[in-house]
């Protein structure tokens, strides 16, 4: 199995620019996240999804927008990036929704985003 | 509102040494879990282990233990006799059976073991 596969590896943008993260996994779960990952602050979730349709926001949402069409894809979208957006954002699944908090949560490898 | 506190920023060892990594969380839930991952210089995150709020046994893998206290809210990660490869960031995480079950993690504990 593939596991979480998120691409790109790596991105540069220019201020304003817009795009998309991709994430995908094959391992049927129900819960998908996003995280950045910032020197000294540890993970901060983005957003999350409960199931296909069904998509909340983190403890950072601004800037960055989600949508789950289906069970195996969850993108991320900067809308303007910002040089703040600059990070490395991981994409996790989790099997389960409701009461899968008991079940660990599995990475993409990451992507580096930098914005100038 | 959780959350999990890892004083330790950076802790540099000598190979063979013992070192204890700490993790401190807090949370209004009675019912949840504890996870350690692990961050090694190519950048994966890896799962090491969950603890539930239940079970407070500690528990021993190889050169791996985790001491799980809920009187002192903790849940510290020992690596006995230290080796390089364990150079990582250490990430500890706390998921209640609320909220979505979301995970909430530490800022991260970077260990590096020198030869």
């Known amino acids: 199995n593939a596991g979480v596969t998120q691409t790109p590896k790596f991105q540069v943008l220019k201020t304003g620019q817009s795009m998309t993260l991709q994430c995908a996994q094959d391992m049927n779960h129900e819960y998908m996240s996003w995280y950045r990952q910032d020197p000294g602050m540890g993970l901060r979730l983005i957003h999350y999804?409960?199931?296909?349709?069904?998509?909340d926001q983190g403890e950072v949402p601004n800037g960055y927008n989600v949508s789950r069409s289906t069970t195996e894809d969850f993108p991320l979208r900067l809308l303007s990036a910002a040089p703040s957006q600059t990070s490395v954002y991981f994409c996790?699944?989790?099997?389960?929704?409701?009461?899968?908090?008991?079940?660990?949560?599995?990475f993409g490898n990451g992507t580096r985003l930098t914005v100038t | 509102a959780q959350k999990v506190t890892q004083a330790q920023t950076e802790i540099s060892v000598v190979e063979k040494e013992d070192v204890t990594l700490d993790c401190v969380y807090e949370?209004?839930?009675?019912?949840?879990?504890l996870f350690w991952y692990k961050q090694p210089p190519s950048g994966e995150l890896v799962f090491l282990i969950r603890r539930n709020s239940f079970d407070e046994q500690n528990e021993i893998s190889g050169r791996y233990s985790w001491n799980f206290q809920k009187s002192t809210s903790s849940f510290n990660f020992t690596i006995t006799a230290s080796q390089v490869v364990d150079s990582a960031v250490y990430f500890c995480a706390l998921s209640v059976n609320t909220n979505a079950g979301k995970s909430t993690f530490g800022d991260g504990t970077t260990l590096t073991v020198k030869p």
């Open positions: 999804s409960v199931g296909a349709g069904i998509t």
């Open positions: 996790a699944s989790r099997r389960g929704f409701r009461s899968s908090y008991n079940s660990p949560l599995h």
């Open positions: 949370t209004r839930d009675t019912t949840y879990y």
